[in-house]
């Protein structure tokens, strides 16, 4: 088996842990050093961190600098030494020794059983992690297919101009669910806005700061922005201080969230 591919993101996942390690410590000796930080820059910090443990595991090739100067030589492949190195011999005992060379298997080196063994449990965990995920979406929709579009015209109506004051394009869809307790939107992509129903629905001052709360979220784009951690937590399940950074974060956006509100 060829180490081509398997070594370097081995590699690249260990270096990227380190300097998550590096950079957690450094948000957080700065979050704790200067205390006056609006929760949206905290927020932006914690988020800053899913961005580089992503960017540095996808991302193989480095940064080329204009400054550094190019290599004179190119790097021969083990294939071309050993054929330099029988090509200086005499005539004849070149050619017998290229006759009896295995160049298939010359320059494949076969993968150690512990570089094997970390990529099948790293790769384990990140299934683990998906499959917990499509279970939390399967959820999703049977909650959506149990919730039912608002019939409140009044509602909606007002709903449509908080939107509008809020610069949003378009109005999420409002639907009433009687399995949640408080409002929760549902959907990245195509969002629908659940309130709860029943013996659980919200009247006059609750239900305006819960609808102003959730659209100050699409205003802000948290749904979207939320996917970048998600991922890291998925690729980095086995990190401890990455899962503090994504905790961080969304307490930091759920707190940006609640002074704007309070700010309006």
Avoid at 147 to 154: F, N, V
Wanted: aromatic share 8%.
């Amino acid at each position: 088996m060829d180490t081509s591919m398997l070594i370097p993101m081995l590699e690249r996942l260990g270096w990227t842990s380190l300097q998550t390690v590096l950079l957690v410590a450094l948000v957080y000796l700065l979050c704790r050093a200067l205390p006056a930080l609006s929760a949206a820059t905290r927020c932006r910090l914690w988020w800053l961190v899913s961005l580089q443990a992503v960017v540095g595991l996808l991302w193989s090739q480095p940064l080329q600098l204009a400054w550094l100067p190019a290599p004179d030589a190119v790097a021969m492949t083990t294939v071309d030494l050993a054929a330099d190195a029988i090509y200086t011999m005499a005539p004849e005992a070149s050619a017998h020794l290229l006759a009896n060379t295995p160049m298939g298997d010359v320059g494949s080196t076969p993968v150690a059983w512990w570089a094997l063994a970390l990529a099948a449990l790293w790769m384990s965990g990140v299934l683990l992690m998906v499959l917990r995920t499509f279970g939390e979406w399967r959820r999703c929709r049977a909650l959506l297919a149990a919730s039912y579009p608002c019939e409140d015209q009044a509602l909606v109506q007002a709903l449509q101009l908080a939107s509008d004051a809020h610069g949003l394009r378009r109005a999420p869809r409002l639907w009433m669910s009687d399995q949640v307790d408080a409002p929760q939107l549902v959907g990245p992509f195509r969002p629908v806005l659940l309130l709860p129903a029943g013996m659980n629905a919200l009247q006059g001052d609750a239900l305006d700061l819960a609808l102003t709360h959730e659209l100050q979220h699409l205003q802000r784009r948290d749904l979207q922005w939320g996917l970048l951690p998600a991922l890291a937590q998925h690729l980095f399940f086995f990190h401890p201080l990455l899962r503090l950074a994504v905790r961080e974060y969304a307490q930091a956006r759920e707190e940006a969230v609640d002074a704007a509100v309070v700010g309006q």
